[in-house]
């Protein structure tokens, strides 16, 4: 089962702007993390956040996490037509459980 | 260095039929995670290496789905008597230290199963 849920699930936006996805889990975690998936490939690591961070910035990526609220939003700044993807939170839970559980995902599309 | 491969890419089944799907992960990773993804959703968990050590089957979906990794490197998902519902893309992926879901995991591309 999908533990997190994107929103939005869709974003269309032009070069240049920028672009917020959200994403909100359900149970305590240890750290919350963010993929980039291309059609039809594999996932990219972007970014990973702990439990006890709040921001982190990598590049044009910023990610802040909320625990109180369980969630957590991915901001790219000055958007490319090649950060056309679909974006996956994934969260690592806390304790000795092994799995990362992913959200259901927001497909943006950057447009020239 | 290379990443994370698997083969096949793209794999076309006859239901009944038995699949087996290879990982390479990268060289010296400990953790090896296999994921299910269906078409417009999220990855889902499906089992998880430490080393040659199964340490949770837990996202399986079923006594069909087997999974190995017999000296602690390449790993293989096989699925027997393939049904339509396995239709999906399979992600390998790995992570250098033995902290399953509290490092960075590294994917490969997926094979693409079609069971018709």
């Known amino acids: 089962s999908q533990q997190g849920e994107e929103d939005p699930q869709a974003l269309s936006i032009q070069e240049g702007e920028n672009a917020t996805m959200n994403c909100s889990y359900k149970?305590?975690?240890?750290?919350l993390q963010w993929y980039r998936q291309n059609s039809g490939r594999g996932l990219v690591h972007l970014i990973l956040?702990?439990?006890?961070?709040r921001e982190k910035h990598s590049g044009r990526l910023r990610v802040t996490l909320d625990t109180s609220k369980k969630s957590s939003s991915l901001l790219i700044t000055a958007s490319r037509a090649a950060d056309t993807a679909s974006y996956f939170c994934?969260?690592?839970?806390?304790?000795?459980?092994?799995?990362?559980?992913f959200g259901t995902g927001t497909r943006l599309q950057v447009t020239l | 260095g290379a990443g994370v491969s698997q083969s096949p890419r793209y794999k076309v089944a006859k239901r009944g039929q038995d699949v087996a799907l290879r990982c390479d992960p990268i060289s010296g990773h400990v953790s090896l995670f296999w994921y299910q993804q269906a078409l417009g959703q999220g990855p889902e968990f499906l089992t998880y290496?430490?080393?040659?050590?199964?340490?949770?089957k837990s996202g399986l979906p079923s006594d069909r789905f087997f999974a190995e990794r017999p000296e602690g490197s390449v790993s293989t998902l096989k699925i027997q008597r393939t049904q339509q519902e396995d239709s999906a893309v399979y992600l390998c992926?790995?992570?250098?230290?033995?902290?399953?879901?509290?490092?960075?995991?590294?994917f490969g591309p997926g094979t693409r199963l079609l069971v018709l």
């Open positions: 992926a790995s992570s250098l230290m033995a902290s399953g879901a509290k490092e960075t995991q590294y």
């Open positions: 290496f430490q080393n040659e050590a199964q340490l949770d």
């Open positions: 994934a969260t690592g839970p806390s304790g000795t459980a092994s799995k990362l559980t």
């Open positions: 149970t305590s975690i240890n750290n």
């Open positions: 956040i702990r439990s006890n961070e």
